[in-house]
Every structure is written in structure tokens, then in C-alpha cells.
Nanobody, 122 residues
Framework: QVQLKESGGGLVQAGGSLRLACTAS????????MAWYRQAPGKQRELVAL???????TYGDSVKGRFPIARDDAKNTGYLQMANLKVSDTATYSC????????????????WGQGTLVTVAS
């Protein structure tokens, strides 16, 4: 099994910055895609950012240029550096990792973190 632990959420003023981290532990051979999603109250969950094992990144339109995603494979950790935060960025942010549990695993499995709340005050 794999567990994801997120950290770094909290309350910040508009224009401020936060860094989220998500660390995977457990039976891991390789982490493929790492992604951050967010869900605001009353809204659908949306992709914030994704990074492949090869370092290719994808961003949601609303965060392009503000929320670079990064990863440290030695630590099985993904990061989301959030800058120039807006009130509209207020949401629960969750990480998703697609993990191969062993070298002989036939397919990857997706695992979610518990979510961390980011609140941006005006």
C-alpha cells in the first residue's frame, strides 16, 4: 500500500505565496505522474498541475505562470509552489500520484492524499 501525506496549506493574504508538498510512502518502485487537483466549495475538482516522470508539466489555465510544479524522486515528493495567490485560489488541494509498486507490477495504481486547505484572504 501507498500513503500520501500533504503539507503546506493554510491562510495567506492575496498576493502571497505558499508551497505545498506531497510525500508518498509505502511499497513504491517508481512514481510516474504526480499531480495536484483542487476543489472549491460548490465547484468541481479541477487539475492544477501535473508533472510526469520525465519532467513534462501541464497546468490548468487559471494557474499558468503562477504555480510551478516540481518533484524530487529521491524523496518521492512533489511540490506546488504557489505565488501571487488570489482569493479565487481558495480550495482544498489534493495530490495524486500514479505508482508502480514493484518492478514486476503490471500496472500503476493511483493514490490520493487527504487534501490540504488553502485559504486566500482579500
Amino acid at each position: 500500500q501507498v500513503q500520501l501525506k500533504e503539507s503546506g496549506g493554510g491562510l495567506v493574504q492575496a498576493g502571497g505565496s505558499l508551497r505545498l508538498a506531497c510525500t508518498a510512502s509505502g511499497t513504491i518502485f517508481k512514481v510516474n505522474d504526480m499531480a495536484w487537483y483542487r476543489q472549491a466549495p460548490g465547484k468541481q475538482r479541477e487539475l492544477v498541475a501535473l508533472i510526469t516522470s520525465g519532467g513534462v508539466t501541464t497546468y490548468g489555465d487559471s494557474v499558468k505562470g503562477r504555480f510551478p510544479i516540481a518533484r524530487d524522486d529521491a524523496k518521492n515528493t512533489g511540490y506546488l509552489q504557489m505565488a501571487n495567490l488570489k482569493v479565487s485560489d481558495t480550495a482544498t488541494y489534493s495530490c495524486l500520484m500514479r505508482v508502480l509498486s514493484s518492478i514486476t507490477a503490471l500496472r500503476e495504481n493511483g493514490y490520493w492524499g487527504q487534501g490540504t486547505l488553502v485559504t486566500v484572504a482579500s
